[in-house]
């Protein structure tokens, strides 16, 4: 199994940017079609953005567009977030996922807050 370790969250500005990264390890990382998940207090993990295998095709909910941008390092295992113009509604818990042969894997999260 694939194992995801996201690091970069922490406290931020309205108006800020941040960049989280997330390190796979286990398995082949080119297997894997990449995410990012966010979940709120009180609310359901919702869907960030996601990048296929290769980098070429990327999607993001709407609410992000054109803030946020995923890209990975196939070299480095890693997938990233870089997040812009971040809004107090961007406060939450973020999940990078692996979504690969008969696998969809987890990290253990990391905060974001933006604070006003």
């Known amino acids: 199994q694939v194992q995801l370790v996201e690091s970069g969250g922490g406290l931020v500005q309205v108006g800020g940017s941040v960049r989280l990264s997330c390190v796979a390890s286990?398995?082949?990382?080119?297997?894997?079609?990449m995410g990012w998940f966010r979940q709120a207090p009180g609310l359901e993990r919702e869907f960030v953005a996601a990048?296929?295998?290769?980098?070429?095709?990327?999607d993001y909910t709407d609410s992000v567009e054109g803030r946020f941008t995923i890209s990975r390092d196939n070299a480095k295992n890693t997938v990233y977030l870089q997040m812009n113009s971040l809004k107090p509604e961007d406060t939450a818990v973020y999940y990078c996922?692996?979504?690969?042969?008969?696998?969809?894997?987890w990290g253990q999260g990391t905060q974001v807050t933006v604070s006003s």
């Open positions: 286990g398995r082949t990382f080119t297997m894997y079609a």
């Open positions: 996922s692996a979504d690969g042969p008969q696998e969809l894997a």
């Open positions: 990048i296929s295998w290769n980098g070429k095709i990327t």
